[in-house]
């Protein structure tokens, strides 16, 4: 069993044969055991896929992923023939996201009780795949599991709406890093993006063109759109969490429907990216009706278990009405069988002690926050000063904001989730998050040059049991021709050798 540095130690070529490009540890997030044995298995045209019939979805992936590195179509059989060259999927009894990787002179076995663990053995094994032929992968064995369960990216789809086949492209990058979760911002003061029946001017004025940051896009997903996106994730092991934010950023809420303000008067479409002014009204009875509606409605498209309410810079609503607010709305999350998530802010709602809390800030210490893990608050870490994926790598990059400082690649690297905050201790922290605010970003092109290299970071902050810089910088620096191949334009680091 070697510690993180060693398993970079490129396995020893076979005789008379090429020796594999790939180190068996070159994988990031960095898997918690890797033994190479000096061995090494060829993937050819010929190398078959056999796979259970529960397994087969998680086989038409790696057969995908085969396709693409190496153009071989292979094939998937439920028994391998005598003496064939294979990639197994065996169901085994361990737990549900972890897998173990077996690679030898016939074949490549990857074992886990669940499909997640499977297929968090396929994604490793692409990245052992070499980038050209020949397609040799080292031998020996990976064992490996998450430090944290819930390892997430969030998009904001509200200050520029980014379509269905963009999200998707950005899922299948994530996936590859083992992220399991993405939390999409549905609605803010700029645009509102997901179809409600029961209120259907939130995304025919919400929603229409120039209903973005600086009037530029616009745009809604259709609940037939977003069911095939939480499919697509679905396939990928990734969980989507709906967020509609409230008690504040619901500037286009009331732009569709005036009842939501307390002077009933519309208020004008916002274009600029202020924060911290609107509010619903928190004594009128309409605004439970709303929001009950939206939760209801946003329940019955989401299979996962969390809902995600908001509740950050509700700086124009009052604490008292905050809180008054919040003890009303976080149980009706309950109330149609999801799991309560706010920003922070909500742990200043007693009812916030049986949901999750995602810290956004930038300090050390948030008593507030500590009280309501002692109370029972479980917490998602996205501090904004490592995680924030808008935020500037240095003052010369060309997108993002800067408010919470510029995060270069080891700022997102150099932190650890479970000591972050005083009084929030590991067994309290069930993962980290990632988020993108998309107030200065337009295209997939600047979510990947804002995301990579920095979310493979905190990917394996989440994942990895401890943090090694100089391991990951070479790993790192190893995968960039794999983005540039994939036609994936990421921030070239100077922290990194990119080879
Ligand atoms: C703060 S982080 C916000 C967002 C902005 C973001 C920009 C948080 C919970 N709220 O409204 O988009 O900063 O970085």
Request: glycine share 10%; proline share 8%; aromatic share 8%.
């Amino acid at each position: 069993v070697c510690a993180l540095p060693l398993t970079l130690v490129p396995a020893p070529a076979l005789a008379g044969g090429a020796p594999p490009a790939v180190a068996l540890g070159s994988v990031i997030p960095a898997p918690v055991e890797v033994r190479a044995d000096g061995t090494s298995f060829r993937v050819t045209p010929r190398t078959v896929v056999v796979a259970p019939a529960s397994a087969r979805p998680v086989a038409d992936r790696l057969v995908e992923a085969v396709r693409e590195a190496t153009g071989y179509r292979l094939a998937v059989v439920r028994h391998a023939p005598r003496h064939a060259s294979a990639i197994t999927l065996a169901p085994d009894r361990s737990g549900g996201e972890d897998y173990q990787l077996s690679v030898g002179r016939k074949g490549v076995t990857i074992r886990s009780g669940g499909n997640s663990g499977l297929f968090n053995g396929v994604q490793t094994l692409r990245q052992l795949l070499p980038l050209e032929a020949p397609w040799i992968v080292a031998g020996g064995t990976i064992v490996d599991r998450p430090r944290f369960a819930y390892r997430g990216v969030h998009l904001d789809l509200a200050r520029h709406y980014h379509t269905p086949d963009e999200v998707k492209q950005y899922i299948d990058e994530i996936s590859q890093f083992k992220v399991n979760h993405l939390h999409l911002h549905l609605s803010d003061d700029q645009g509102w993006r997901i179809q409600i029946d029961s209120w259907p001017r939130l995304t025919s004025v919400g929603g229409a063109a120039g209903t973005g940051v600086d009037g530029v896009g616009g745009g809604f997903l259709t609940k037939a759109q977003y069911r095939d996106l939480v499919r697509y994730a679905a396939a990928r092991f990734v969980t989507i969490v709906p967020e509609i934010d409230m008690p504040g950023h619901v500037n286009a809420a009331q732009v569709a429907y005036p009842e939501l303000t307390c002077d009933g008067v519309a208020p004008p479409p916002r274009t600029d990216t202020a924060v911290g002014y609107s509010s619903l009204c928190i004594g009128k009875e309409v605004t439970y009706q709303f929001v009950e509606d939206v939760i209801r409605e946003l329940a019955a498209l989401t299979p996962g278990p969390l809902i995600h309410i908001g509740g950050d810079e509700a700086h124009a609503t009052s604490q008292a009405d905050y809180v008054a607010f919040q003890q009303r709305v976080l149980p009706l999350v309950g109330k149609y069988g999801k799991k309560a998530y706010g920003w922070n802010e909500i742990t200043q709602a007693p009812a916030s002690h049986t949901a999750i809390a995602q810290y956004w800030n930038t300090g050390r210490t948030d008593p507030t926050l500590a009280a309501a893990v002692a109370a029972g608050t479980k917490v998602i870490m996205s501090p904004a000063n490592r995680a924030y994926l808008d935020m500037k790598y240095d003052p010369s990059t060309r997108l993002g904001l800067s408010w919470a400082g510029y995060i270069e690649v080891r700022t997102a690297y150099d932190w650890d989730p479970g000591t972050h905050v005083a009084g929030v201790p590991e067994s309290a922290v069930l993962g980290v998050e990632a988020p993108l605010w998309s107030e200065t970003l337009r295209s997939i092109e600047d979510i990947e040059f804002m995301a990579f290299p920095r979310l493979t970071a905190i990917a394996e902050v989440g994942w990895s049991p401890s943090r090694d810089w100089e391991s990951f910088r070479t790993r790192l620096g190893a995968y960039g021709p794999r983005w540039t191949a994939r036609g994936v334009g990421f921030y070239p680091s100077p922290q990194i050798d990119w080879a």
